[in-house]
Protein backbone atom coordinates (compact mmCIF):
# COMPACT_ATOMS: atom_id res chain seq x y z
CA UNK A 1 0.00 0.00 0.00
CA UNK A 2 3.18 2.28 0.61
CA UNK A 3 5.47 3.11 -1.50
CA UNK A 4 9.63 3.89 -0.83
CA UNK A 5 8.88 7.82 -1.52
CA UNK A 6 5.74 7.39 1.19
CA UNK A 7 8.14 6.32 3.21
CA UNK A 8 10.50 8.84 3.53
CA UNK A 9 7.53 10.93 3.63
CA UNK A 10 6.86 9.40 7.04
CA UNK A 11 10.41 9.79 7.62
CA UNK A 12 10.66 13.03 7.47
CA UNK A 13 7.21 13.39 9.47
CA UNK A 14 8.44 11.19 12.29
CA UNK A 15 5.76 9.25 11.83
CA UNK A 16 5.35 5.54 11.85
CA UNK A 17 4.41 2.79 9.41
CA UNK A 18 2.66 1.82 12.76
CA UNK A 19 0.48 4.66 13.45
CA UNK A 20 0.10 5.13 9.48
CA UNK A 21 -1.75 1.95 9.62
CA UNK A 22 -3.47 2.44 12.38
CA UNK A 23 -4.90 5.72 11.42
CA UNK A 24 -6.26 4.11 8.79
CA UNK A 25 -7.91 1.72 9.97
CA UNK A 26 -9.46 3.93 12.31
CA UNK A 27 -11.56 5.44 9.09
CA UNK A 28 -12.67 1.81 8.40
CA UNK A 29 -13.50 1.25 12.03
CA UNK A 30 -14.50 4.72 13.17
CA UNK A 31 -15.06 6.02 16.57
CA UNK A 32 -17.06 4.85 19.20
CA UNK A 33 -19.80 7.56 20.23
CA UNK A 34 -18.95 8.27 24.36
CA UNK A 35 -20.96 6.97 26.69
CA UNK A 36 -23.00 9.50 29.22
CA UNK A 37 -24.13 9.49 32.60
CA UNK A 38 -25.68 12.90 32.51
CA UNK A 39 -25.00 16.56 31.52
CA UNK A 40 -22.69 18.20 34.44
CA UNK A 41 -24.55 20.66 36.24
CA UNK A 42 -24.90 22.62 39.83
CA UNK A 43 -27.94 21.32 40.75
CA UNK A 44 -26.22 17.31 40.53
CA UNK A 45 -22.45 18.67 41.53
CA UNK A 46 -21.13 18.14 38.44
CA UNK A 47 -20.17 21.79 38.58
CA UNK A 48 -18.79 23.80 41.59
CA UNK A 49 -20.38 27.10 42.26
CA UNK A 50 -18.22 28.79 44.96
CA UNK A 51 -19.97 30.74 47.63
CA UNK A 52 -18.68 34.60 48.41
CA UNK A 53 -16.32 32.99 51.04
CA UNK A 54 -15.20 30.45 49.27
CA UNK A 55 -14.17 32.29 46.43
CA UNK A 56 -12.30 35.08 48.74
CA UNK A 57 -10.30 32.31 50.37
CA UNK A 58 -9.64 30.49 46.42
CA UNK A 59 -8.15 34.10 45.44
CA UNK A 60 -5.94 34.16 48.44
CA UNK A 61 -4.91 30.66 47.55
CA UNK A 62 -3.71 31.75 44.12
CA UNK A 63 -2.08 35.07 45.39
CA UNK A 64 -0.07 32.87 47.52
CA UNK A 65 0.79 30.48 45.36
CA UNK A 66 2.19 33.06 42.59
CA UNK A 67 3.97 34.98 44.63
CA UNK A 68 6.27 31.98 45.68
CA UNK A 69 8.77 32.40 42.86
CA UNK A 70 9.04 28.41 43.04
CA UNK A 71 6.51 27.57 41.31
CA UNK A 72 6.43 28.00 37.83
CA UNK A 73 3.14 29.83 35.69
CA UNK A 74 2.74 29.41 32.21
CA UNK A 75 0.04 31.31 30.02
CA UNK A 76 -0.67 28.79 27.04
CA UNK A 77 -2.54 30.55 24.09
CA UNK A 78 -3.49 28.44 21.27
CA UNK A 79 -3.16 30.79 18.27
CA UNK A 80 -2.44 28.79 15.58
CA UNK A 81 -5.72 29.37 13.27
CA UNK A 82 -6.28 31.48 10.43
CA UNK A 83 -8.81 34.58 10.25
CA UNK A 84 -10.85 33.18 7.17
CA UNK A 85 -13.69 31.88 9.10
CA UNK A 86 -14.24 35.35 10.42
CA UNK A 87 -14.51 36.51 7.17
CA UNK A 88 -16.67 34.38 5.13
CA UNK A 89 -19.59 36.29 4.77
CA UNK A 90 -17.09 39.47 3.75
CA UNK A 91 -15.74 37.08 1.09
CA UNK A 92 -19.21 36.08 -0.39
CA UNK A 93 -19.86 39.94 -0.36
CA UNK A 94 -16.74 39.99 -2.65
CA UNK A 95 -17.90 36.67 -4.79
CA UNK A 96 -21.62 38.30 -5.07
CA UNK A 97 -23.29 39.78 -8.29
CA UNK A 98 -23.75 43.06 -6.51
CA UNK A 99 -21.90 45.27 -5.53
CA UNK A 100 -23.72 46.78 -2.56
CA UNK A 101 -24.60 45.63 0.71
CA UNK A 102 -27.52 43.53 0.67
CA UNK A 103 -28.01 41.11 3.32
CA UNK A 104 -28.01 42.33 7.27
CA UNK A 105 -24.51 41.20 7.86
CA UNK A 106 -23.24 43.20 4.93
CA UNK A 107 -25.55 46.26 5.92
CA UNK A 108 -24.03 46.02 9.50
CA UNK A 109 -20.52 45.29 8.45
CA UNK A 110 -20.51 49.15 6.55
CA UNK A 111 -23.00 51.14 9.03
CA UNK A 112 -20.72 50.52 12.16
CA UNK A 113 -17.26 50.10 9.82
CA UNK A 114 -16.27 53.93 11.87
CA UNK A 115 -16.02 51.81 14.98
CA UNK A 116 -13.65 48.96 13.95
CA UNK A 117 -10.60 48.93 15.67
CA UNK A 118 -8.72 48.18 12.07
CA UNK A 119 -10.05 51.22 10.55
CA UNK A 120 -6.82 53.73 10.95
CA UNK A 121 -4.60 50.80 8.99
CA UNK A 122 -7.51 50.15 6.52
CA UNK A 123 -7.63 53.63 5.74
CA UNK A 124 -4.04 54.00 5.22
CA UNK A 125 -4.34 51.14 2.55
CA UNK A 126 -6.84 52.83 0.75
CA UNK A 127 -5.79 55.57 0.20
CA UNK A 128 -2.40 54.59 -0.94
CA UNK A 129 -4.03 52.43 -3.50
CA UNK A 130 -7.35 54.74 -4.33
CA UNK A 131 -6.15 58.17 -2.94
CA UNK A 132 -9.01 57.80 -1.10
CA UNK A 133 -10.41 56.35 2.68
CA UNK A 134 -13.42 54.25 3.60
CA UNK A 135 -15.87 56.54 3.90
CA UNK A 136 -15.30 58.28 0.72
CA UNK A 137 -15.47 55.11 -1.29
CA UNK A 138 -18.80 54.04 0.48
CA UNK A 139 -19.94 57.76 -0.12
CA UNK A 140 -19.79 56.39 -4.38
CA UNK A 141 -20.92 53.02 -3.62
CA UNK A 142 -17.83 51.31 -3.97
CA UNK A 143 -18.52 48.63 -1.01
CA UNK A 144 -16.15 46.01 -2.85
CA UNK A 145 -13.06 48.26 -2.97
CA UNK A 146 -13.06 48.77 0.96
CA UNK A 147 -13.98 44.85 1.56
CA UNK A 148 -10.65 44.17 -1.03
CA UNK A 149 -8.43 46.73 0.84
CA UNK A 150 -9.75 44.71 4.02
CA UNK A 151 -8.79 40.63 3.26
CA UNK A 152 -6.45 41.38 -0.11
CA UNK A 153 -2.64 40.80 0.20
CA UNK A 154 -2.47 44.47 -1.18
CA UNK A 155 -4.56 45.76 1.57
CA UNK A 156 -4.59 44.41 5.80
CA UNK A 157 -4.18 40.71 4.46
CA UNK A 158 -7.02 39.88 7.29
CA UNK A 159 -8.52 37.43 5.05
CA UNK A 160 -5.01 34.92 5.50
CA UNK A 161 -3.87 36.11 8.55
CA UNK A 162 -4.46 34.66 12.27
CA UNK A 163 -6.45 36.09 14.44
CA UNK A 164 -3.88 37.10 16.95
CA UNK A 165 -2.62 39.54 14.65
CA UNK A 166 -5.89 41.49 13.53
CA UNK A 167 -6.61 45.04 15.49
CA UNK A 168 -9.51 43.71 17.68
CA UNK A 169 -9.82 46.96 20.44
CA UNK A 170 -9.16 50.22 19.86
CA UNK A 171 -7.43 52.64 23.03
CA UNK A 172 -6.36 55.96 22.92
CA UNK A 173 -2.77 55.36 22.50
CA UNK A 174 -3.35 52.79 19.50
CA UNK A 175 -5.63 49.28 18.54
CA UNK A 176 -4.65 46.29 19.84
CA UNK A 177 -4.51 42.73 18.66
CA UNK A 178 -5.65 39.71 20.55
CA UNK A 179 -2.00 38.57 21.11
CA UNK A 180 -1.28 42.21 22.94
CA UNK A 181 -4.56 41.86 25.31
CA UNK A 182 -2.86 38.02 26.09
CA UNK A 183 -0.14 39.63 27.13
CA UNK A 184 -1.74 42.30 29.19
CA UNK A 185 -3.85 39.30 31.12
CA UNK A 186 -0.67 37.76 31.45
CA UNK A 187 0.59 40.50 33.38
CA UNK A 188 -3.09 41.23 35.85
CA UNK A 189 -3.24 37.48 37.18
CA UNK A 190 -0.13 34.70 35.95
CA UNK A 191 2.94 37.56 37.42
CA UNK A 192 5.13 36.25 39.90
CA UNK A 193 6.78 38.44 42.48
CA UNK A 194 9.58 39.15 40.78
CA UNK A 195 7.61 40.59 37.88
CA UNK A 196 7.64 37.89 35.48
CA UNK A 197 5.37 36.78 32.95
CA UNK A 198 5.83 33.30 30.87
CA UNK A 199 3.29 33.61 27.64
CA UNK A 200 3.31 30.86 24.93
CA UNK A 201 1.94 31.05 21.93
CA UNK A 202 1.15 27.86 19.26
CA UNK A 203 1.35 29.59 16.17
CA UNK A 204 1.50 28.41 12.56
CA UNK A 205 4.80 28.29 10.38
CA UNK A 206 4.09 30.65 8.28
CA UNK A 207 2.88 33.31 10.76
CA UNK A 208 5.90 32.46 13.21
CA UNK A 209 7.91 35.68 12.24
CA UNK A 210 5.13 37.67 12.24
CA UNK A 211 4.23 37.21 15.70
CA UNK A 212 7.73 37.37 16.64
CA UNK A 213 8.42 40.95 15.21
CA UNK A 214 4.47 42.07 17.16
CA UNK A 215 5.97 40.72 20.04
CA UNK A 216 9.70 42.53 19.80
CA UNK A 217 7.79 45.34 19.14
CA UNK A 218 5.45 45.62 21.83
CA UNK A 219 6.56 43.93 24.97
CA UNK A 220 8.81 46.43 26.16
CA UNK A 221 6.29 48.83 26.12
CA UNK A 222 3.46 45.91 28.14
CA UNK A 223 6.33 45.70 30.47
CA UNK A 224 6.85 49.19 31.14
CA UNK A 225 3.10 49.77 31.43
CA UNK A 226 2.06 46.68 33.94
CA UNK A 227 5.34 46.19 35.79
CA UNK A 228 6.19 42.65 33.99
CA UNK A 229 8.99 40.82 32.36
CA UNK A 230 7.83 39.16 29.84
CA UNK A 231 9.51 35.23 28.94
CA UNK A 232 7.33 35.36 25.61
CA UNK A 233 7.73 31.91 23.81
CA UNK A 234 6.78 30.16 20.30
CA UNK A 235 5.52 26.64 19.22
CA UNK A 236 4.69 25.35 15.73
CA UNK A 237 2.37 22.05 15.55
CA UNK A 238 5.06 19.32 14.89
CA UNK A 239 4.49 17.43 11.70
CA UNK A 240 4.38 14.30 13.55
CA UNK A 241 1.20 14.83 14.67
CA UNK A 242 0.11 15.77 11.56
CA UNK A 243 -2.75 12.82 10.09
CA UNK A 244 -3.37 11.47 6.60
CA UNK A 245 -6.25 11.97 4.37
CA UNK A 246 -8.49 9.13 3.14
CA UNK A 247 -10.93 8.54 0.32
CA UNK A 248 -14.06 7.36 0.50
CA UNK A 249 -13.37 3.74 0.65
CA UNK A 250 -10.78 4.64 3.51
CA UNK A 251 -7.50 4.32 1.35
CA UNK A 252 -4.81 6.47 1.22
CA UNK A 253 -5.72 9.98 -0.57
CA UNK A 254 -3.15 11.05 -2.63
CA UNK A 255 -1.97 14.00 -4.08
CA UNK A 256 -1.80 14.67 -7.95
CA UNK A 257 1.98 13.93 -7.41
CA UNK A 258 1.16 10.94 -5.67
CA UNK A 259 2.46 12.05 -2.43
CA UNK A 260 0.18 11.09 0.86
CA UNK A 261 -1.54 13.80 1.64
CA UNK A 262 -1.39 14.45 5.47
CA UNK A 263 -3.64 17.46 7.13
CA UNK A 264 -3.18 18.99 10.57
CA UNK A 265 -4.55 17.13 13.43
CA UNK A 266 -6.57 19.97 15.07
CA UNK A 267 -6.21 20.70 18.16
CA UNK A 268 -5.66 17.89 19.79
CA UNK A 269 -2.23 18.35 18.44
CA UNK A 270 -1.31 20.48 20.64
CA UNK A 271 -1.22 18.08 23.58
CA UNK A 272 2.54 17.64 22.47
CA UNK A 273 3.31 21.23 22.86
CA UNK A 274 1.99 21.53 26.25
CA UNK A 275 3.78 18.87 27.14
CA UNK A 276 7.09 20.55 26.35
CA UNK A 277 5.74 23.15 28.45
CA UNK A 278 8.38 23.45 31.87
CA UNK A 279 5.72 24.61 33.97
CA UNK A 280 3.72 23.93 37.29
CA UNK A 281 0.51 25.64 36.93
CA UNK A 282 -0.89 26.77 32.73
CA UNK A 283 -3.36 28.72 32.06
CA UNK A 284 -5.10 28.13 28.36
CA UNK A 285 -7.61 30.20 27.04
CA UNK A 286 -8.19 30.67 22.92
CA UNK A 287 -6.83 33.72 21.02
CA UNK A 288 -10.01 35.56 20.72
CA UNK A 289 -12.18 35.38 23.80
CA UNK A 290 -10.06 38.54 25.09
CA UNK A 291 -11.69 42.10 26.27
CA UNK A 292 -10.45 46.05 26.74
CA UNK A 293 -8.61 46.70 30.46
CA UNK A 294 -12.24 48.28 31.21
CA UNK A 295 -13.65 44.87 30.99
CA UNK A 296 -10.91 42.51 32.46
CA UNK A 297 -11.63 42.99 35.55
CA UNK A 298 -13.95 39.83 35.69
CA UNK A 299 -11.76 37.64 33.67
CA UNK A 300 -8.54 38.07 35.88
CA UNK A 301 -11.14 37.90 38.88
CA UNK A 302 -12.05 34.30 37.98
CA UNK A 303 -9.10 33.28 36.08
CA UNK A 304 -7.51 33.43 39.63
CA UNK A 305 -10.21 31.75 41.11
CA UNK A 306 -10.24 28.69 38.61
CA UNK A 307 -6.32 28.82 39.46
CA UNK A 308 -7.20 28.66 43.38
CA UNK A 309 -9.31 25.88 43.06
CA UNK A 310 -6.66 24.12 41.18
CA UNK A 311 -4.03 24.67 43.64
CA UNK A 312 -5.83 24.38 46.60
CA UNK A 313 -7.44 20.75 45.43
CA UNK A 314 -3.90 19.61 44.33
CA UNK A 315 -1.97 20.48 47.75
CA UNK A 316 -4.48 18.29 49.38
CA UNK A 317 -4.29 15.52 46.61
CA UNK A 318 -0.20 15.62 47.26
CA UNK A 319 -0.74 14.99 50.91
CA UNK A 320 -3.12 12.26 50.57
CA UNK A 321 -0.37 10.95 47.59
CA UNK A 322 2.76 11.35 50.04
CA UNK A 323 0.96 8.96 52.66
CA UNK A 324 -0.07 6.57 50.17
CA UNK A 325 3.11 6.85 48.94
CA UNK A 326 4.42 5.93 52.55
CA UNK A 327 1.96 3.28 53.46
CA UNK A 328 0.11 1.84 56.44
CA UNK A 329 -2.85 4.16 56.10
CA UNK A 330 -5.62 3.75 58.56
CA UNK A 331 -8.35 2.48 56.47
CA UNK A 332 -10.89 5.92 57.59
CA UNK A 333 -8.37 7.53 56.41
CA UNK A 334 -8.56 5.29 53.27
CA UNK A 335 -12.43 6.37 53.44
CA UNK A 336 -11.72 10.21 53.52
CA UNK A 337 -9.23 10.38 50.50
CA UNK A 338 -12.00 7.88 48.36
CA UNK A 339 -14.42 10.70 49.67
CA UNK A 340 -12.20 13.29 48.44
CA UNK A 341 -11.95 11.62 45.07
CA UNK A 342 -15.43 11.00 44.68
CA UNK A 343 -17.10 14.22 46.72
CA UNK A 344 -14.18 16.96 45.29
CA UNK A 345 -12.50 15.69 42.30
CA UNK A 346 -15.65 14.43 40.64
CA UNK A 347 -14.57 10.70 40.17
CA UNK A 348 -16.91 7.91 40.88
CA UNK A 349 -16.64 3.94 40.46
CA UNK A 350 -19.50 2.07 41.57
CA UNK A 351 -16.62 -1.04 42.14
CA UNK A 352 -14.86 1.11 44.59
CA UNK A 353 -16.70 1.08 47.72
CA UNK A 354 -16.13 -2.77 47.84
CA UNK A 355 -12.09 -2.27 47.75
CA UNK A 356 -10.28 -2.61 50.57
CA UNK A 357 -6.37 -2.51 51.44
CA UNK A 358 -3.93 -2.73 48.81
CA UNK A 359 -6.49 -2.62 46.42
CA UNK A 360 -8.36 0.38 47.55
CA UNK A 361 -4.86 2.43 47.85
CA UNK A 362 -3.90 1.17 44.10
CA UNK A 363 -7.06 2.62 42.94
CA UNK A 364 -6.62 5.91 44.62
CA UNK A 365 -3.55 6.44 43.99
CA UNK A 366 -4.27 6.13 40.37
CA UNK A 367 -6.91 8.45 40.69
CA UNK A 368 -4.78 11.25 42.48
CA UNK A 369 -1.31 10.62 40.81
CA UNK A 370 -2.37 12.49 37.47
CA UNK A 371 -2.54 15.72 35.52
CA UNK A 372 -5.40 17.98 36.93
CA UNK A 373 -7.42 20.69 35.57
CA UNK A 374 -9.78 23.33 36.89
CA UNK A 375 -12.20 24.12 33.71
CA UNK A 376 -14.32 27.44 33.75
CA UNK A 377 -18.25 26.69 32.53
CA UNK A 378 -20.36 29.68 31.57
CA UNK A 379 -24.46 29.13 31.50
CA UNK A 380 -25.46 27.88 27.94
CA UNK A 381 -26.53 30.84 26.17
CA UNK A 382 -27.01 28.68 22.65
CA UNK A 383 -23.39 28.77 21.47
CA UNK A 384 -22.04 26.15 19.10
CA UNK A 385 -19.35 24.01 20.54
CA UNK A 386 -18.99 21.53 23.41
CA UNK A 387 -20.12 20.98 27.25
CA UNK A 388 -19.64 19.64 30.20
CA UNK A 389 -20.54 16.11 31.44
CA UNK A 390 -20.30 13.17 33.08
CA UNK A 391 -19.59 10.05 31.15
CA UNK A 392 -17.84 6.97 31.62
CA UNK A 393 -14.27 6.10 31.22
CA UNK A 394 -12.88 2.86 29.73
CA UNK A 395 -12.15 1.35 33.18
CA UNK A 396 -15.87 1.75 34.63
CA UNK A 397 -15.11 4.69 36.36
CA UNK A 398 -17.42 7.81 35.72
CA UNK A 399 -15.95 11.45 35.60
CA UNK A 400 -15.85 14.80 34.21
CA UNK A 401 -15.65 15.45 30.62
CA UNK A 402 -15.89 17.98 27.91
CA UNK A 403 -17.69 16.62 25.56
CA UNK A 404 -18.67 17.76 21.49
CA UNK A 405 -21.63 17.44 19.67
CA UNK A 406 -19.91 15.06 17.85
CA UNK A 407 -18.76 12.30 20.67
CA UNK A 408 -22.15 11.94 21.51
CA UNK A 409 -25.09 9.58 19.97
CA UNK A 410 -27.44 12.77 18.66
CA UNK A 411 -30.03 9.49 17.10
CA UNK A 412 -30.64 7.73 20.71
CA UNK A 413 -32.78 10.27 22.29
CA UNK A 414 -32.09 10.48 25.84
CA UNK A 415 -28.16 11.26 25.06
CA UNK A 416 -29.58 14.14 22.62
CA UNK A 417 -31.58 15.55 25.36
CA UNK A 418 -28.31 15.47 27.88
CA UNK A 419 -26.84 17.67 25.16
CA UNK A 420 -29.75 20.03 24.17
CA UNK A 421 -30.95 20.50 27.45
CA UNK A 422 -27.44 21.10 29.39
CA UNK A 423 -27.64 24.45 31.36
CA UNK A 424 -23.22 24.89 31.12
CA UNK A 425 -21.68 25.40 27.60
CA UNK A 426 -17.32 25.06 27.35
CA UNK A 427 -15.64 28.31 26.87
CA UNK A 428 -12.39 27.27 26.58
CA UNK A 429 -11.15 28.28 30.22
CA UNK A 430 -8.45 26.07 31.83
CA UNK A 431 -6.31 26.21 34.27
CA UNK A 432 -3.92 22.78 34.47
CA UNK A 433 -1.72 21.08 37.10
CA UNK A 434 1.89 19.18 35.02
CA UNK A 435 3.72 18.04 37.68
CA UNK A 436 3.07 15.28 39.77
CA UNK A 437 3.43 15.35 43.86
CA UNK A 438 7.76 14.86 43.33
CA UNK A 439 7.72 17.61 41.06
CA UNK A 440 8.15 15.59 38.33
CA UNK A 441 6.49 16.44 34.38
CA UNK A 442 3.82 13.86 33.62
CA UNK A 443 3.89 12.63 30.25
CA UNK A 444 0.60 13.98 28.69
CA UNK A 445 0.05 11.67 25.91
CA UNK A 446 -0.04 9.14 28.38
CA UNK A 447 -3.64 10.38 29.57
CA UNK A 448 -5.02 10.90 25.99
CA UNK A 449 -8.28 8.51 24.91
CA UNK A 450 -7.34 7.59 21.40
CA UNK A 451 -10.95 6.59 21.03
CA UNK A 452 -12.33 9.87 21.13
CA UNK A 453 -10.79 11.31 18.05
CA UNK A 454 -12.98 11.85 14.87
CA UNK A 455 -13.65 12.04 11.60
CA UNK A 456 -14.77 14.92 8.91
CA UNK A 457 -15.79 15.46 5.36
CA UNK A 458 -13.03 17.56 3.32
CA UNK A 459 -12.32 18.09 -0.24
CA UNK A 460 -9.13 19.07 -1.90
CA UNK A 461 -9.19 20.17 -5.80
CA UNK A 462 -12.18 19.05 -6.05
CA UNK A 463 -11.97 15.75 -4.89
CA UNK A 464 -13.81 14.50 -1.54
CA UNK A 465 -11.95 13.24 0.94
CA UNK A 466 -12.20 12.03 4.94
CA UNK A 467 -10.14 13.71 7.59
CA UNK A 468 -8.41 12.38 10.99
CA UNK A 469 -9.04 14.63 13.72
CA UNK A 470 -6.86 14.13 16.96
CA UNK A 471 -8.53 13.73 20.24
CA UNK A 472 -9.17 17.41 20.99
CA UNK A 473 -6.90 19.16 23.30
CA UNK A 474 -9.66 19.54 26.20
CA UNK A 475 -11.90 17.06 25.37
CA UNK A 476 -9.96 13.67 24.65
CA UNK A 477 -6.60 14.57 24.89
CA UNK A 478 -7.13 15.11 28.99
CA UNK A 479 -9.89 12.21 29.28
CA UNK A 480 -7.51 10.62 31.61
CA UNK A 481 -6.85 14.05 33.73
CA UNK A 482 -8.63 15.01 37.15
CA UNK A 483 -11.12 17.41 36.08
CA UNK A 484 -12.95 19.95 38.21
CA UNK A 485 -15.94 22.15 36.25
CA UNK A 486 -16.53 25.63 37.92
CA UNK A 487 -18.92 27.81 36.76
CA UNK A 488 -17.75 31.55 35.32
CA UNK A 489 -19.83 34.67 34.31
CA UNK A 490 -20.77 34.89 30.87
CA UNK A 491 -18.59 38.55 30.55
CA UNK A 492 -16.19 36.43 30.56
CA UNK A 493 -16.82 34.77 27.52
CA UNK A 494 -16.09 37.19 24.31
CA UNK A 495 -15.11 35.13 21.72
CA UNK A 496 -15.16 36.65 17.77
CA UNK A 497 -16.53 34.26 15.24
CA UNK A 498 -17.38 36.85 12.63
CA UNK A 499 -15.69 40.16 12.17
CA UNK A 500 -19.30 41.83 13.31
CA UNK A 501 -18.79 40.54 16.94
CA UNK A 502 -15.87 43.12 16.79
CA UNK A 503 -19.12 45.80 17.17
CA UNK A 504 -20.70 43.87 20.26
CA UNK A 505 -20.49 46.56 22.98
CA UNK A 506 -17.95 44.38 24.86
CA UNK A 507 -15.39 44.75 22.03
CA UNK A 508 -15.74 48.56 21.57
Request: with cysteine.
Amino acid sequence: MINENDKALLEKKGISEEKLYAQLASFVAGFPYLQLSGAASIANKGIYAPTEEEQKAYLAAWDEYAADTENRVVKFVPASGAASRMFKDMFAFLDAEYDVPTNDFEKKFFNRLADAAFLADLNEKLVAKHGKDAAALVAEGNYKAVVAGMLGAEGLNYGKLPKGLLKFHRYAEGARTPFEEHLVEGALYAKDSEGKVNVHFTVSPEHRPLFEALAAEKAGVYAEKFGAKYDISFSEQKPSTDTVAANADNTPFRNADGSLLFRPGGHGALIENLNDIDADVVFIKNIDNVVPDRLKDATVTYKKLLAGVLVTLQQKAFEYLEELEEGNVPAERLQEILAFVENDLRCHSDNAAALEGLELVDYLYCKLNRPMRVCGMVKNVGEPGGGPFLAYNPDGTVSLQVLESSQIDMNDPVKKAMFTEGTHFNPVDLVCAIKNFKGEKFNLPEYVDPATGFISHKSKDGKELKALELPGLWNGAMSDWSTVFVEVPLETFNPVKTVNDLYREQHQ
